[in-house]
């Protein structure tokens, strides 16, 4: 059974960075995209970012610039470097895995929370302004 455990979240202060990392067990990795999302209270959950097979990567407009997503096919890992936080940026992060998927993928495909088979429990990020 794939298990996903994310780590790295905390409180900063705006301005500050902060790198999440999420490890996947299982034997399928590289056949999978994978992709951040998060939940803010009272809010419903959003995509963050995804990352397909080839490593190509897609990002919400709120964090384009500041977020970078990256994947590392033989630790079973990804990492999101978030730079220069946000009080808007505060929520619990969840990191989702898909199942085997095509090669390259599609930001509609990826954003979507229906296209991710297992997720992570959360972990939280809180930015104070």
């Known amino acids: 059974q794939v298990q996903l455990v994310e780590s790295g979240g905390g409180l900063v202060q705006a301005g500050d960075s902060l790198r999440l990392s999420c490890a996947a067990s299982?034997?399928?990795?590289?056949?999978?995209?994978m992709g951040w999302f998060r939940q803010a209270p009272g809010r419903e959950r959003e995509f963050v970012a995804g990352?397909?097979?080839?490593?190509?990567?897609f990002y919400a407009d709120s964090v384009k610039g500041r977020f970078t997503l990256s994947r590392d096919n033989t630790k079973k890992t990804v990492s999101l470097q978030m730079n220069n936080l946000t009080p808007d940026d505060t929520a619990v992060y969840f990191c989702a895995q898909t199942p085997r998927v095509a090669f390259f993928a599609t930001f509609a495909y990826l954003a979507d929370p229906k296209t991710y088979r297992t997720w992570g429990q959360g972990t939280q990020v809180t930015v104070s302004s």
């Open positions: 990352i397909d097979r080839s490593g190509g990567t």
């Open positions: 299982g034997r399928t990795f590289s056949d999978t995209a």
